[in-house]
């Protein structure tokens, strides 16, 4: 054994990292081109590649598929039909309909008929081409307005019920209606969706892209026909995620998985983008009409409010998305008398999925929009009106959960001052009186987003801790890793929970044989949930060495501290290595897992009422825009987020998760427009037609703060969840686009500008106020 | 072929001559650093840098849509050939002090196109870039994670570190340079040809009637990498070098096809018209350093961005077929139905011509599109406009995205000639073009909206041109806030 020698410095800086702007864990190997993605793994020899062949109808029976010249095509091994899928074909993650392959009726055009496995993705992507198949076309319904009259529904409806909206409504000042279509949009997850399936023994090993493993392997093994555990899916990391990665990579792993089985060989299917974006599921659509009733101070007395998300042709995630839709119409406001009713509805279109915000983005848009009819009705200043409405403690949401804490108003007053806004509003208004076709607009928005799966069972996680015998420490859990920083936050809590360095501990690929059964890493969760187990499983090992120190130095457990990479005992001081390999050789257990369930959480989805969230994430940007309004296009000249993400576990991080989320969400809201044809083709299927951001749309004035305050409920020392609600700040942007529309109809009224506010659209906003 | 690899040389053998150079690294040799996020030279993450052999400045392009044989003898960086003895680059470096990655997978490419700016800025004394530069640089990279901050940081920051230059050392040529031009590079089944002069380019197409021509690729390997078309012959011409130069000839400029877009920004000859601020919104960097202007027209798209500017400045088009005949067509007539032009088997554009008078004479570029940068235009309208005491005594109106060919306005062009420019004037001018044209509507912009900013843009080009430029935000880019 080694001599113990005492080398703790106490001059040395605490190694605690939590609170610190550590880079992303794989920052250095990203750099270099080392971090690997699961199409970067080595091809086994023979490997395959799949391609599949789709339906060009949105509706339509199918008679017959000659797929003869398929088979018969250069490199072609092996073509699989639904009759050949030994288990289930239905892949759906929570209702069922979504299927491997369809059978005899197609519901999307792109919705995949066959599939190949070939020597290359070139000939599969060939060969596929050579299928001749007939349809007898049938009618197709493309329009949720029609789904919606038509009530065309996946899922029952569902309402919230606050106060009497309706009495409420009649009693009240005055009234707004209007009706908003809210535009879906494409992930454009820099990394294609991609699978890897290798057959083993029992069953198969999938490497895949996926937020959640635990249900691929689900989804694999029923295809397969196998238990579980002759299934695992490994995820090391994916090219982002962002909601798009949660249930669609199942179809690519279990094609992999169903042709590696059949034919013995590694199988591997990456969609090329051009298929990504007509195949896969995008942000829904929404079509939402509401009724507002304010007094003369534009103080909201109720509102009544449908939203109508399109969802496609198959549940997949939609009943908890327009659930979120319905219950973040209120944002961040006090309704005082509500009734939100959310429909599902069918339509001939890929099925509709999870991304960033899961709905609530979609809601809220339509309410920042009558915020600011309110305030145009009143003659007020947006900002008054909407600080006028603002949450405060006390104040009961229409679903019933009562608001605790008062950041929303706080929050909101400082980013008012510091952005300067009163002296910018007199600047904007100075500079569109001078006349001209330019024009400024300016927006401060709130948001406020509930933290948790509305679907409460998936409100737990798993994780597993390791140390070995020199003291580094391997740390894995459900939760997978997409950019979001994850791995480091979680790697941050290990560290400060075990009192050692970051650079001992490892984060592991997320894999289904060490962490079983996981929730998806979605809702904003990852690390609240997967911090928590993980603090959990140190918390046991901590618990044992404590124990053992004090019984081998003969001390008081009390008086055994492990920090800064030292065990104190008493009067000794041991380097943490030292200290376990001697717990080791004494058989102290040196491994453990941990759990976490989201306390306080309940929800009666039939009455609509009781306690979805466990807390709220709170923010506010203010946004400036210039507008040609002879043309429509526009520059955003200036961003300032303030942003609540309770007691940071590394601002570099966060702040990194604010900035992005708030850029892809200023897309979805500007650039970002899907179109189908009336065929129900998606036309804007390729990056060369959609346009999301780039560096340059994002402007040099671009300020992002945290607002410092700890989370008021006992979460991973006392942070909140990030990922999702800063998606929904650059509703500024959109509301700042419309205000400078207004300005050529005096500030009158608004403009309908429904997202994504194009160049296009915002010149015919500017058109409507024109004509005044 | 063969081509040197991050300072080595590889012989390729066994390739076809539909390979791109992205499969080529990725599948052959197993340098994964490089990314494929989108095959169509859209979102960047398979930028690498090239050059020629003998060159240390290095030209950030999308590997994804290179065909392998067009770096034939030429120096290829990837990210894996950026650390030196186990150290990131300082554009690595600054990347990762940034928080300049998230999800990582657009990092590659960022960091190359970076490294390009990097080695440029070298080159200039070392100086860091202006935040412009950086924007424009990355232009054509795609990040869905970061929202750009930190990577533009990064580029402020990444020459403060000691500096390290790429390409140090040029490469030397150890293979076969004498190699007869007339034989096919890449052959078998599918052949690929590099011609390094006119005449046995012409004698190429002479002996291979089925060839398709190749220059930059930037439309023509779509085709592989999106629809998996295989062309049998490719007759590469970018290594002639008498099609790639711009120069003065009897009283035009003469472009050849082969110039690249990027060989055209900041010409001198060049330099009295309006061209960069749009040559800045075609594509991104990664295509202009490789699309040609001859590749632009062939490529007979109707919302392509050079047909309207040559017709404004009145150019022609100069066609040569297999026996070495020339046509020259005003760009115009070069058009004849929707993706269909004057070009025959076997002809090739040689070049254009620009009447020297007339690319002096005041323009106006402007180009509509849904995302400023790297966008395709939904409508495209080039003015060119004399005007003598107030009175009209020339002008051309020419647009892209209007019909199915790249259009002159001639019913606008005849209301103006000769008019004094008034405020009804142009107004009528405007006006008239909607009965000059029926726009389609597609994914891009409706056909109302097309029509309107037809009108929207003559006018405010008519404007400008006749009283200067009204203070523009759009054109002086970087604008401040209130
Ligand atoms: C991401 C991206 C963005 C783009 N953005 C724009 C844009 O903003 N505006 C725009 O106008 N275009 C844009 N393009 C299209 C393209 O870059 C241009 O049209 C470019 O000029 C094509 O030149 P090339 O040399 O790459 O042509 P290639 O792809 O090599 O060839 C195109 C066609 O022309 C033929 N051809 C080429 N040279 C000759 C010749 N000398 N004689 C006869 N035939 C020839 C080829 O056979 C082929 O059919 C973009 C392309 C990409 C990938
Ligand atoms: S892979 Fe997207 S540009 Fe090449
Ligand atoms: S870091 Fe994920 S796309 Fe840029």
């Known amino acids: ?772 | 072929m063969e081509f040197y690899l991050n300072g080595e040389l590889q012989q390729c053998t066994g390739v076809d001559a539909n390979m791109t150079l992205l499969r080529y690294l990725r599948e052959r040799l197993g340098k994964v650093g490089t990314k494929e996020g989108c095959a169509s030279g859209d979102c960047g993450a398979c930028t690498v840098l090239i050059a020629d052999a003998d060159d240390t400045s290095p030209q950030a392009i999308n590997s994804c849509i290179c065909l392998l044989g067009s770096v034939q003898g030429r120096q290829v960086l990837t990210v894996e050939g950026l650390e030196q003895d186990g150290e990131l680059h300082p554009v690595q470096q600054a990347m990762v002090d940034c928080h300049g990655s998230q999800c990582g997978f657009c990092t590659p490419g960022f960091v190359m196109s970076l490294a390009g700016l990097y080695q440029r800025s070298l080159a200039q004394g070392g100086e860091t870039p202006g935040r412009h530069a950086i924007t424009d640089c990355i232009a054509g990279n795609l990040c869905r994670c970061t929202g750009y901050r930190p990577i533009v940081e990064a580029g402020q920051r990444m020459l403060t570190y000691p500096q390290r230059g790429i390409f140090n050392e040029p490469a030397t040529q150890t293979g076969a340079p004498d190699r007869d031009d007339r034989q096919p590079l890449v052959g078998g089944a599918q052949r690929y040809y590099q011609p390094r002069s006119r005449s046995n380019l012409r004698a190429i197409l002479a002996v291979e009637p089925g060839a398709t021509l190749v220059a930059g690729g930037t439309d023509l390997a779509l085709e592989i990498t999106q629809r998996y078309r295989e062309f049998e012959v490719l007759v590469d011409i970018s290594a002639i070098d008498s099609l790639a130069t711009i120069g003065e000839e009897d009283g035009y400029i003469r472009i050849g096809a082969g110039v690249r877009y990027h060989q055209l920004m900041g010409h001198p000859l060049l330099a009295s018209t309006p061209l960069d601020g749009l040559l800045a919104r075609l594509g991104s960097e990664q295509v202009r350093n490789r699309g040609t202007i001859g590749g632009n027209l062939a490529n007979g798209s109707p919302i392509a961005d050079m047909p309207p500017v040559l017709m404004a400045w009145g150019a022609d088009v100069e066609v040569v077929n297999t026996l070495g005949e020339r046509t020259r067509y005003p760009v115009e007539d070069f058009y004849l139905d929707y993706r269909q032009t004057r070009l025959q088997a076997g002809d090739y554009i040689e070049a254009v011509y620009i009447p020297m008078h007339l690319s002096r004479a005041p323009h106006r570029f402007y180009k509509l599109s849904k995302r400023f940068e790297d966008d395709i235009s939904s409508v495209m309208c080039a003015v060119s406009m004399t005007l003598d005491g107030g009175y009209v005594l020339g002008v051309r109106i020419a647009y892209g995205g209007m019909a199915a060919v790249p259009r002159r306005a001639s019913a606008a062009e005849q209301q103006l000639l000769g008019a004094q420019l008034t405020d009804a004037v142009i107004d009528n001018a405007c006006t008239s073009l909607d009965n000059e044209f029926q726009p389609l509507s597609d994914v891009r912009a409706s056909a109302v909206y097309r029509l309107d900013m037809a009108a929207a843009l003559l006018r405010r080009a008519l404007r400008a041109l006749r009283d200067g430029d009204a203070p523009d935000v759009f054109e002086l880019g970087e604008v401040s806030h209130a």
Not at chain 1, 414 to 433: G, I, K, P, Q, T
Not at chain 1, 705 to 728: C, I, W
Request: hydrophobic content about 40%; overall charge negative; aromatic content about 8%.
């Open chain 1, 1 to 772: 054994m080694r001599k113990l020698t005492p080398a703790y410095n106490p001059n040395a800086p605490a190694v605690d990292p939590v609170g610190k702007s550590l880079p992303q864990d794989s920052a250095a190997r990203h750099v270099a081109g080392s971090a690997v993605y699961v199409d970067d793994m080595p091809a086994y020899p023979d490997q395959l590649h799949v391609a599949v062949g789709v339906s060009s109808h949105a509706h339509a029976r199918v008679l017959g598929m000659a797929l003869d010249a398929v088979r018969a095509a250069p490199g072609v091994v092996d073509v699989v039909v639904q009759a050949d899928i030994p288990g289930s074909a239905d892949i759906s993650p929570v209702f069922d309909g979504d299927l491997l392959l369809a059978g005899d009726t197609v519901h999307y055009v792109g919705q995949p008929l066959f599939a190949v496995a070939a020597t290359s993705l070139e000939a599969a992507q060939r060969a596929v081409q050579l299928a001749q198949v007939d349809y007898e076309p049938l009618v197709p319904r493309l329009e949720v307005t029609e789904s919606l009259a038509a009530e065309d529904f996946l899922l029952p409806t569902r309402r919230s019920r606050l106060g009497d909206p309706e009495a409420a409504l009649a009693a009240a000042a005055m009234t707004l209606s209007g009706e908003m279509a809210v535009g879906g949009q494409e992930h454009f997850y820099l990394e294609g969706q991609v699978a890897l399936a290798v057959p083993d023994e029992v069953g198969v090993q999938i490497y895949s892209s996926s937020q959640h493993p635990a249900e691929v392997q689900k989804l694999a093994a029923e295809v397969l026909d196998l238990p579980l555990h002759a299934v695992t899916v490994q995820v090391r990391r994916m090219g982002g995620g962002f909601g798009g990665k949660e249930s669609q990579p199942a179809a690519l792993a279990c094609l992999a998985a169903l042709f590696a089985r059949r034919t013995g060989r590694s199988v591997r299917y990456r969609m090329p983008r051009w298929a990504d974006m007509v195949q896969t599921g995008k942000r829904h659509p929404f079509w939402n009409r509401y009724t507002v009733g304010f007094d003369e101070s534009g103080v909201i007395q109720a509102l009544v409010m449908d939203v109508a998300g399109n969802c496609g042709c198959t549940a997949d995630l939609s009943d908890g998305i327009v659930d979120r839709a319905a219950n973040h119409a209120d944002n961040a406001y006090f309704l005082k008398n509500a009734a939100v009713t959310g429909y599902r509805c069918r339509t001939n279109m890929v099925s509709h999925t999870a991304f960033r915000g899961f709905g609530a983005p979609q809601g809220i848009v339509t309410t920042e929009a009558f915020m600011d009819d309110i305030a145009r009705r009143v003659g007020m200043d947006p900002l008054d009106v909407r600080k006028a409405n603002l949450y405060r403690p006390g104040d009961s949401t229409p679903y019933g959960q009562e608001i605790e804490e008062s950041v929303l108003v706080d929050l909101v007053a400082e980013l008012e001052h510091s952005c300067d806004y009163r002296a910018r509003r007199a600047a904007v208004a100075a500079f569109n009186a001078q006349g001209g076709t330019l024009r400024r607009g300016l927006s401060l928005v709130p948001v406020k987003f509930g933290i948790s799966f509305t679907t409460t069972h998936l409100n737990q996680a798993g994780a597993l801790v390791h140390i070995y015998t020199d003291g580094s420490v391997h740390v894995s859990h459900g939760g997978t890793e997409m950019g979001q920083g994850l791995y480091i936050k979680v790697a941050q809590v290990v560290a400060r929970a075990l009192g050692v360095s970051i650079e001992r501990v490892m984060p592991g690929a997320t894999c289904t044989d060490k962490v079983p059964n996981a929730s998806p890493t979605a809702a904003s969760a990852g690390t609240d949930m997967n911090g928590m187990a993980a603090l959990d499983a140190c918390n046991r090992i901590r618990k044992r060495l404590v124990s053992f120190a004090a019984q081998h130095f003969g001390c008081d457990e009390g008086a055994v501290e492990l920090r800064d990479d030292h065990v104190f005992a008493g009067e000794q001081v041991v380097p943490f290595p030292d200290f376990i390999s001697l717990a080791y050789l004494n058989r102290v257990s040196l491994s453990s897992t941990g759990f976490y369930r989201t306390p306080k959480i309940h929800f009666n989805r039939e009455t609509g009422q009781g306690r979805p969230f466990f807390y709220f994430a709170n923010g506010a940007a203010c946004s400036e825009v210039v507008v040609d309004t002879s043309t429509g296009e526009y520059r955003v000249t200036r961003v300032d987020v303030l942003h609540d993400v309770g007691a940071s576990l590394n601002p570099a991080i966060d702040i990194g998760q604010i900035e992005g989320g708030f850029v892809q969400g200023m897309g979805w809201l500007t650039t970002e427009e899907l179109s189908w044809n009336d065929d129900g083709v998606i036309t804007s299927n390729s990056p060369a037609n959609y346009k999301i951001p780039t560096a340059a749309d994002v402007p040099e004035h671009f300020d992002v703060r945290l607002f410092q305050r700890p989370n008021a409920e006992d979460t991973v020392y006392h942070s909140k969840a990030v990922g999702e609600p800063p998606l929904m700040l650059p509703i500024s942007v959109w509301c700042a686009l419309r205000d400078a529309c207004a300005s050529l109809c005096d500030y009158r009224f608004n403009p309908r500008m429904d997202p994504p506010a194009t160049p296009e659209r915002v010149y015919w906003a500017a058109r409507e106020a024109l004509r005044g």
